[in-house]
């Protein structure tokens, strides 16, 4: 099996920054796209950011120039950079990734962590 495990989500001021980790174990034989989604009460999940296993990314609008998302892929690990946080970043971050297992070699599954709470607030 596979799990997508979190970390680094809290309570921020505006202005703010954070940095959310994410780190992909189990029977892994390769990831390809890694991201991260939030979802902020009474709204359906968005995208924030992805990135590829050859490294391009890409954005949300509302979080361009702001975000910065990255991976490691010795450690099956994808990060998200917050900078200039803002109130309406809060939310419910979830790391997804496309991940390629050795049991099911041919086709890549998706998979979901858990959310971390993002807070910015006063």
């Known amino acids: 099996q596979v799990q997508l495990v979190e970390s680094g989500g809290g309570l921020v001021q505006p202005g703010g920054s954070l940095r959310l980790s994410c780190a992909a174990s189990?029977?892994?034989?390769?990831?390809?796209?890694m991201g991260w989604y939030r979802q902020a009460p009474g709204k359906q999940r968005e995208l924030v950011a992805t990135?590829?296993?050859?490294?391009?990314?890409n954005y949300a609008d509302s979080v361009k120039g702001r975000f910065t998302i990255s991976r490691d892929n010795a450690k099956n690990t994808v990060y998200l950079q917050m900078n200039s946080l803002k109130p309406e970043d809060t939310a419910v971050y979830y790391c997804?990734?496309?991940?390629?297992?050795?049991?099911?070699?041919?086709?890549?599954?998706?998979?979901w962590g858990q959310g971390t709470q993002v807070t910015v607030s006063s």
């Open positions: 997804n990734a496309f991940i390629i297992t050795w049991y099911r070699p041919t086709s890549a599954s998706e998979y």
């Open positions: 189990g029977s892994i034989r390769s990831i390809n796209a």
């Open positions: 990135i590829h296993s050859g490294g391009s990314t």
